[in-house]
């Protein structure tokens, strides 16, 4: 990567930590609250309400799975929890931070400090090698060089992947990608992390490592984990399952 780059991120953030918002007490019950959220969506000149107020808490530790036929909203409601998207009413609060008073800036910034995702399609950077995909959100949060390199290597390192670090994206399996992706998810130690069908691209052998993966961090480390998924097997490694049904929750 570019010095000059990397100048620039770090230009961006030099200030801006990113926990302001997260209270000192940290003992809430709950690290994540949605609150009555609602979000509809255009479709031609149909307004559908996709999420039909939603009262969700996910508690610290906790491995979660959100399931639900297809097009139930779970993508949908993940966003919601995970900050990438907006609801119209109703509002998100995670570690003690309401969310909703928050700009698009701030919320980015709280992103990249507090939050992991995983999704199905990997969304690895091809012309980078593994341990480039990995440290770049770390170089994003103003780390230094030192840092960020060793960082990077010692969580993919934690999935198993110690000895691919210059390996690029196109020269590994699906689930070696799956774990690069775990890696950079994990590699700031996020608060939450969020996983959107983490297995729908992979084999069983490769769902069940990458299923162990979390379970392990979860188990070991005290990892929230919030995972959508359509499959019995997947949801039984988690601790509770989040049911949707017609843009509410079930169970
Ligand atoms: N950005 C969007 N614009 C319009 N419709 C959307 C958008 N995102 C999701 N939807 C619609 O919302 C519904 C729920 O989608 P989604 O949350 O992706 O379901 P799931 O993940 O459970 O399969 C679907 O009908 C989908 O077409
Ligand atoms: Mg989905």
């Known amino acids: 990567m570019g010095n000059k780059i990397e100048r620039e991120m770090k230009e961006e953030v030099k200030h801006e930590t990113g926990t302001e918002n997260m209270p000192d007490e940290r003992k809430e019950?709950?690290?994540?609250?949605?609150?009555?959220?609602?979000?509809?969506?255009?479709?031609?000149?149909?307004?559908?309400?996709?999420?039909?107020?939603?009262?969700?808490?996910?508690?610290?530790?906790?491995?979660?799975?959100?399931?639900?036929?297809s097009g139930s909203g779970k993508t949908t409601l993940l966003?919601?929890?995970?900050?990438?998207?907006?609801?119209?009413?109703?509002?998100?609060?995670?570690?003690?931070?309401?969310?909703?008073?928050?700009?698009?800036?701030?919320?980015?910034?709280?992103?990249?400090?507090?939050?992991?995702?995983?999704?199905?399609?990997?969304?690895?950077?091809?012309?980078?090698?593994?341990?480039?995909?990995?440290?770049?959100?770390?170089?994003?949060?103003?780390?230094?060089?030192?840092?960020?390199?060793?960082a990077a290597a010692e969580s993919l390192t934690a999935v198993g992947l110690g000895d691919r670090l210059s390996q690029l994206p196109s020269k590994m399996s699906g689930g070696q990608q799956q774990r690069v992706s775990i890696a950079r998810a994990l590699a700031h130690k996020p608060v939450i992390l969020f996983a959107d069908e983490p297995c729908a691209n992979l084999d069983s052998k490769n769902s069940k490592d990458v299923l162990e993966l979390f379970k392990n961090f979860n188990k070991e480390k005290g990892q929230t984990i919030v995972m959508v998924t359509h499959e019995d097997w997947h949801a039984a490694y988690a601790d509770r399952i989040i049911r949707l049904k017609d843009g509410i929750v079930v169970e």
């Open 29 to 69: 019950d709950s690290i994540i609250e949605g609150v009555d959220i609602v979000r509809t969506f255009l479709m031609g000149e149909v307004e559908v309400r996709v999420l039909r107020g939603i009262s969700v808490k996910i508690r610290r530790g906790e491995f979660v799975a959100i399931m639900g036929p």
């Open 79 to 150: 966003n919601q929890l995970g900050l990438l998207d907006t609801p119209n009413s109703g509002k998100v609060i995670i570690n003690g931070a309401d969310t909703s008073m928050m700009s698009d800036k701030e919320k980015g910034r709280f992103r990249l400090h507090n939050l992991g995702y995983v999704f199905q399609d990997y969304a690895l950077l091809p012309e980078l090698s593994a341990v480039e995909n990995v440290f770049i959100s770390l170089m994003m949060q103003g780390k230094s060089k030192t840092e960020y390199e060793s």
